[in-house]
């Protein structure tokens, strides 16, 4: 069973930049890790996951070519890059864990096995 806990997140003004890390405990499988954010009155939604077996990436439209998602498995930790931020962005996210999570162009990452408690994220000037 895993714990994630992520950090990184706060007040940032549009077109700044914040990186977020999601700290993996209790690792004993390959699992894949994706992001996820949920603002106030709407859905949790994709915003970008990695896949274990081949590393693939992939990524919400709205943030494509402005957040970059990697792993350093070494520290068991996932990282979430954040530049050109925009009042949009505003929400807080979350990491998840899935042993075979869905993820593609079509899908977005779709994730059921595990979340963090999630970190605040906004952005206003």
């Known amino acids: 069973q895993l714990q994630l806990v992520e950090s990184g997140g706060g007040l940032v003004q549009p077109g700044g930049s914040l990186r977020l890390s999601c700290a993996v405990s209790?690792?004993?499988?390959?699992?894949?890790i994706g992001w996820f954010r949920q603002a106030p009155g709407k859905e949790r939604e994709g915003v970008s996951c990695i896949s274990s077996s081949d590393g693939s990436r992939y990524y919400a439209d709205s943030v494509k070519g402005r957040f970059t998602i990697s792993r350093d498995n070494a520290k068991n930790t996932v990282y979430l890059q954040m530049n050109s931020l925009k009042p949009e962005d505003t929400a807080v996210y979350y990491c998840?864990?899935?042993?075979?999570?869905?993820?593609?162009?079509?899908?977005?990452?779709?994730?059921?096995?595990?979340w963090g408690q999630g970190t605040q994220v906004t952005v206003s000037s």
């Open positions: 209790g690792f004993t499988l390959d699992y894949d």
């Open positions: 998840a864990a899935d042993i075979m999570a869905t993820m593609g162009e079509v899908t977005g990452c779709i994730f059921n096995d595990y």
